[in-house]
């Protein structure tokens, strides 16, 4: 059975984690095979937006905790079993990896597609961050966050002290973080983490009608706009600019551009093609 399960309508791909007898928990195949759909997502031009959410009554509950159980090995050892990498990396780079889980991390983060989490259930620890990962939030009432870790002794990964701080801002960040407490939909909503809070049974509906409305703008401006935004937190102004400008001219060669503009000057709707 496979762990993510890939669901199309019409220009827009949902990825369900799959596993819900077990909460959803991140395993190495779980992950490759999301990264895998991410990776075809990304090919196709006919996808224009992926949606995530999990299976069953929770998002993720994060890391299985099957997988920790790490015997006499190091987490570098055991993170490279536990997805493939073994085979994939030196002997020399496996012993002195710095970037861990952080490979599948930054792929998620550079998917230049929107990237939507319909966020169903519970999401802990490593489901939490792979929320964080994406562009826009929408969570259920009954959904929770709690960043989990520090609770069993870790701190946090994939990306979630990056992510975190620039959603809620830092003191806020340092109280989930240092406590791992419980944060509810409506609180999570107060604090930024997330766009919307929707009764439970109207979470898909709404969540696949705003990816459908994103889904109907030129797919190119769409892009490029999350390459740039994607940048902006880090970025000085003038670098900023230095990144908008060929994006822009980039933009104004394309179809749907010409189009967007001759619409709008006959007073009609336009007919984005993706070109």
């Known amino acids: 059975m496979s762990e993510v399960v890939l669901e199309r309508n019409g220009a827009v791909l949902a990825l369900r984690l799959n596993r819900p007898e077990q909460r959803n928990g991140l395993t190495g195949t779980l992950l490759t095979e999301y990264l895998a759909a991410l990776e075809e997502a990304r090919r196709d031009d006919a996808v224009r937006v992926v949606v995530t959410t999990g299976e069953g009554d929770t998002f993720s509950a994060g890391a299985d905790m099957d997988d920790l159980d790490s015997g006499d090995q190091g987490l570098n050892a055991l993170m490279h079993e536990n997805l493939g990498l073994t085979d994939t990396l030196s002997t020399a780079d496996r012993a002195y990896d710095r970037l861990g889980i952080g490979r599948q991390t ?4 550079d998917f230049d597609k929107p990237l939507i989490a319909a966020v169903n259930g519970a999401a802990a620890g490593g489901g939490f961050a792979l929320a964080m990962l994406h562009d826009i939030r929408f969570a259920s009432q009954r959904a929770t966050f709690t960043t989990a870790f520090v609770r069993i002794g870790l701190v946090a990964e994939m990306g979630l002290s990056y992510t975190l701080p620039r959603a809620v801002g830092l003191e806020a960040a340092m109280d989930l973080m240092y406590t791992g407490r419980l944060v509810g939909a409506v609180e999570a909503l107060a604090l930024r983490m997330i766009r919307r809070v929707l009764p439970h049974d109207r979470l ?23 390459r740039t935004l994607a940048r902006s937190l880090d970025n000085s102004l ?9 994006h822009q001219v980039a933009a104004f060669d394309t179809h749907d551009a010409r189009e967007g ?8 709707p336009p007919r984005f093609t993706g070109r």
């Not at 930054?106 to 983060?109: E, G, M, N, P, Q």
């Not at 003038?238 to 060929?246: T, V």
């Open 106 to 109: 930054l792929a998620i983060k």
């Open 238 to 246: 003038p670098a900023q600019l230095d990144l908008e400008w060929p």
């Open 261 to 268: 503009i001759a619409a709008f000057r006959e007073r009609r």
């Open 204 to 226: 898909m509906d709404e969540t696949m009608s705003l990816a459908e409305q994103i889904a109907a703008q030129p797919p190119i401006a769409v892009q490029f706009t999350k």
